[in-house]
């Protein structure tokens, strides 16, 4: 059986189409049993941990274990983090993500932090209808508001 991915927080990116390439800690000999073009189900956190199911994605490579120090500027976009930058009402209410450029200061702390992490290239191949709607509700609201005001 294949690994699941919990995504957090950055979930609403995948919804959208902006998230290709995620980056973290994997269980024990997850990466062994995940290699190019499987498909394997991206959650928000784990099932037993309140988590739902947000869709399905296809690797584009193996997945690799990485310093943090080599993470590209371009996972920026990958990652989905410039179009929550670009999307903050997206993120939780309450969130710190939410202040002006605190995704992006957030990216470069964990780039210089200098950790080992497991980095998930990808494509969505499936996405919940319920993320779906959540993310056009979200979308609509938003566009709603910045005509009215």
Do not use: N, Q
Not at 11 to 34: E, F, I, K, N, T
Not at 51 to 64: F, S
Not at 91 to 113: C, H, K, M, N, Q
């Amino acid at each position: 059986m294949k690994p699941d991915l919990y995504i957090g927080w950055s979930w609403p990116a995948l919804a959208a189409g902006h998230m290709h390439c995620w980056r973290g800690p994997l269980p024990d000999g997850s990466a062994v049993r995940l290699r190019k073009r499987d498909i394997v189900e991206a959650w928000t956190h784990p099932p037993d941990r309140g988590g739902r199911r947000v869709g399905a994605v296809k690797l584009t490579c193996d997945p690799e274990c990485e310093s943090t120090l080599e993470t590209p500027y371009e996972d920026w976009e990958r990652s989905g983090w410039a179009y929550l930058e670009e999307h903050r009402f997206l993120l939780p209410a309450g969130s710190v993500y939410r202040a002006v450029d605190a995704l992006w200061t957030e990216f470069i702390d964990r780039r210089e932090a200098d950790a080992w992490l497991w980095t998930v290239r990808f494509k969505p191949v499936d996405i919940e209808i319920w993320a779906l709607r959540w993310v056009r509700e979200r979308l609509r609201r938003y566009v709603d508001y910045t005509v009215i005001a």
